[in-house]
């Protein structure tokens, strides 16, 4: 492992050692369990659907969407394939969430990078640059997104900044190319 790696590795174990440690306030961690919810598709679902309901010009943003969350996920699975790395709770059990197994099981066995992240950031950028009025309420749903994969203990912090990075950097680029 190189050493920029194996730094990043030791820093995602620190930050996940002392998030373990932490007892944030039940409205949090219900704040967290609701936004990871809402990546599970929810919440493109719902942008879709508005997006659909707005008129010809959301409906292009709505298409730039898809394709941008289509290339995010078909990058996902090749990056997941190729680094297989390990989730936090396969090393250790999160306290904070009391969640049984069944109640949340992820996708897939790997972490790297964030799914979830990356189509959150993905479809929040391709509306925030087509509706700057949104950017607010985008970023917010979509740092939630990125935030309780962390805090839940199925993601290393530097998977959601990765996967983050590459929805939006995947959503600009189509943004351009589309819409601009």
Not at 67 to 80: M, N
């Amino acid at each position: 492992m190189s050493p920029v790696l194996a730094y990043v590795n030791d820093s995602d174990f620190r930050a996940f050692g002392r998030i373990q440690q932490w007892r944030p306030p039940r409205w949090f961690r219900l704040w967290m369990l609701w936004a990871t919810r809402l990546g599970d598709g929810w919440l493109q679902v719902a942008i879709g659907l508005a997006l659909f309901a707005g008129g010809s010009e959301s409906q292009r943003v709505l298409a730039a969407s898809v394709v941008a969350t289509g290339i995010a996920s078909g990058l996902l699975v090749v990056l997941k394939r190729r680094f297989r790395r390990q989730r936090p709770c396969d090393y250790a059990r999160h306290p904070l969430y009391d969640v049984k197994p069944l109640e949340y099981v992820a996708a897939d066995h790997f972490s790297f990078p964030s799914g979830h992240s990356m189509n959150a950031f993905a479809v929040s950028t391709v509306v925030a640059l087509s509706f700057p009025w949104t950017t607010p309420v985008g970023l917010l749903l979509a740092t939630s997104v990125a935030a309780s994969r962390v805090l839940l203990g199925l993601h290393f912090v530097s998977d959601v900044i990765v996967g983050s990075v590459l929805g939006a950097g995947i959503a600009a680029i189509i943004f351009l190319v589309l819409l601009a």
